[in-house]
């Protein structure tokens, strides 16, 4: 056992021991870049975000690479009678969206790096409004966490977990066992940055950065080019937050690559 697993609050092992028994029997992996994730350390790491399951394939990967990681959820999930008290005594982050106690998990989570934990920021905020389920316009959260402490930012790319839960999906297919790829890159080089004032420009430019590589890390995986215009929701009148589908025809097509991964769009 790793020293980061020895030190986890007794709620989050007895999730893992849990979770990950089963995640191992209806599931096949494709784990790559491990020797990316700091041994030790404060660090923020940054996925793509396709599916509600991918948060639990994402914290297996993190189990496995010996650097279980405490994530910033959105609120609500703390409100989830058993569910919620569990996260909490897990020492995951609650996040207020459009909120004054926003703030609050901004600064939990610069506790929780300068702490020496791994802390998981899904950068884009909730599943991509991509027509192709390709990365789209980033938060800029991961960034402001990584600049403030100047910590290692880890970027990862996973694509599978669309096949278990389409994106805003009810119904899981777990059978067949579909294969949940997930490739850590080398940290995201901010040093040029850390002398500049953590402001719009900055975080803009950080935030791009990063969503530059998760998306070259995700090509990799796929086998194919993000040909279009990285999407931004607000450009598109798409809502940001909650089921795109409860308040606007996105008149998408299907995924260019033949995958399943839009049918939930």
């Known amino acids: 056992m790793t020293a980061a697993r020895a030190r986890l609050p007794l ?3 007895c999730i893992a021991w849990i979770l990950r028994p089963i995640l191992m029997r209806v599931t096949k992996r494709d ?4 020797e990316h994730i700091p041994a030790e350390g404060g660090f923020v790491v940054s996925p793509n975000h396709i599916s509600y399951v991918d948060p639990i394939v994402f914290a297996h990967f993190m189990y496995d690479a010996g650097r279980p990681t405490y994530f910033l959820g959105k609120d609500s999930l703390f409100h989830i009678p058993v569910v919620g008290w569990a996260l909490r005594k ?53 960034a402001r966490v990584a600049l403030e402490t100047r ?15 389409s994106p805003y999906g009810h119904r899981p297919k777990l059978f067949p066992r579909r ?12 040093s040029d940055l850390y002398d500049r004032p953590i402001d719009t ?27 279009h215009e990285r999407f931004d ?6 809502a940001e937050v909650g089921d795109p589908l409860k308040h606007v025809d996105l008149g998408r097509p299907e995924p260019r690559d033949g995958t399943t991964g839009g049918s939930g769009r």
């Open 179 to 190: 294969t949940m790829s997930m490739v850590a890159g080398p940290p995201v080089d901010l």
């Open 233 to 238: 929701p607000r450009k598109h009148g798409v």
């Open 90 to 142: 897990a020492g995951q982050i609650p996040v207020y969206r459009n909120s004054l106690k926003a703030a609050h998990a901004y600064r939990a989570a610069v506790d929780a790096v300068r702490e020496g934990k791994a802390v998981g920021i899904f950068p884009e905020g909730t599943i991509t409004r991509d027509p192709d389920l390709w990365p789209m316009r980033g938060k800029t959260g991961a």
């Open 11 to 13: 709620s989050y092992r």
């Open 151 to 165: 910590c290692p930012l880890i970027p990862v790319a996973q694509w599978g977990a669309q096949e278990i839960l």
């Open 31 to 34: 784990w790559r870049g491990m």
């Open 201 to 227: 420009g900055t975080l803009r430019i950080a935030t791009d950065r990063l969503m530059d590589h998760i998306t070259a890390l995700l090509e990799q995986i796929r086998g194919a080019h993000a040909e």
